[in-house]
C-alpha cells in the first residue's frame, strides 16, 4: 500500500499559469522528494527536501513541507508545454528506500 | 555508456515462463532497487540492495527473485510468470542514504 496520496490525481493548465499539486503521508519521514514521469520514460529526480526545512526552490519548482501536517506541495510556476507530464512524491524510509504516491498527471496546454 | 540501463526495454513472455529483466548501473551506486508501476498504483518496490550481496524484501516481493553479485548489476527474475506481473519495471540506483535516486527508462513486461 502507498503510504502517500496525491492531489488532484489530474491538472490541466493553460501555458503561463502555476501548477500546485499537493501530497499527504502517514508516517515519519527523513526526506521528501519529488519525481518527474514523462510519458513512457523512467523518473527523474526534482527535488528533495529534508524534514528539518520548510521549503526550497529550484528553478521554477518550489516545495513546502508541513511535517505537523504530514503534507507536501510542488508548486510550477509559469507552466511551459514541457512540464506536462506525471509527478511524484516519494517518502524516504529506513533502508534507503522510498515509497510513492500515486502521482499527479499534468497538462499544460499552450 | 555512463548512467543506468534496463534489457530488455519490451519483453512478451507466457504465463509459467521464468523471465529475467536486466539492470545495470556505471555509477557504482550502493543501493539499487526494482519497482512496478502499474495504473492505478504508482510505483511499488520489489526488492532493493544495498550493496553487493545484500538483498532485502519490499512491499511487494511475491513471485520475484533477485541477486546481487556484481555492485553494477542487479537482475529481477520471474520465476513462473504470472498475468497479475504485466507491469512496467523500473530499476534505480541511489549513491548515498536518503539520497535522490536514479532511475532507467523502464522494461514494459506483458504476461499472456
Known amino acids: 500500500s502507498q503510504q502517500g496520496e496525491e492531489d488532484p490525481q489530474a491538472l490541466s493548465i493553460q501555458e503561463g499559469e502555476n501548477a500546485t499539486m499537493n501530497c499527504s503521508y502517514k508516517?515519519?519521514?527523513?526526506?521528501l522528494q519529488w519525481y518527474r514521469q514523462n510519458s513512457g520514460r523512467g523518473l527523474v529526480h526534482l527535488i528533495l527536501?529534508?524534514?528539518?526545512?520548510r521549503e526550497k526552490h529550484s528553478g521554477r519548482l518550489r516545495v513546502t513541507l508541513d511535517t505537523s501536517k504530514k503534507s507536501s506541495s510542488l508548486l510550477i510556476t509559469a507552466s511551459r508545454a514541457a512540464d506536462t507530464a506525471s509527478y511524484f512524491c516519494?517518502?524516504?524510509?529506513?533502508?534507503?528506500?522510498?515509497?510513492f504516491g500515486g502521482g499527479t498527471r499534468v497538462l499544460v496546454k499552450p | 555508456d555512463a548512467g543506468i540501463t534496463q534489457s530488455p526495454r519490451y519483453k512478451i513472455t507466457e504465463t509459467g515462463r521464468q523471465v529475467t529483466l536486466m539492470c545495470h548501473q556505471t555509477?557504482?551506486?550502493?543501493?539499487m532497487f526494482w519497482y512496478r508501476q502499474d495504473l492505478g498504483h504508482g510505483l511499488r518496490l520489489i526488492y532493493y540492495?544495498?550493496?553487493?550481496?545484500?538483498?532485502d524484501k519490499g512491499e511487494v516481493p511475491d513471485g520475484y527473485v533477485v541477486s546481487r553479485s556484481k555492485t553494477e548489476n542487479f537482475p529481477l527474475t520471474l520465476e513462473s510468470a504470472t498475468r497479475s506481473q504485466t507491469s512496467v519495471y523500473f530499476c534505480?540506483?541511489?549513491?548515498?542514504?536518503?539520497?535522490?535516486?536514479?532511475f532507467g527508462p523502464g522494461t514494459r513486461l506483458t504476461v499472456l
Open positions: 534505480a540506483s541511489s549513491g548515498l542514504t536518503y539520497n535522490e535516486q536514479f
Open positions: 508516517t515519519s519521514i527523513n526526506n
Open positions: 527536501i529534508r524534514s528539518n526545512e
Open positions: 516519494a517518502q524516504t524510509a529506513a533502508g534507503n528506500k522510498l515509497t
Open positions: 555509477w557504482s551506486h550502493s543501493y
Open positions: 540492495s544495498a550493496a553487493a550481496d545484500i538483498t
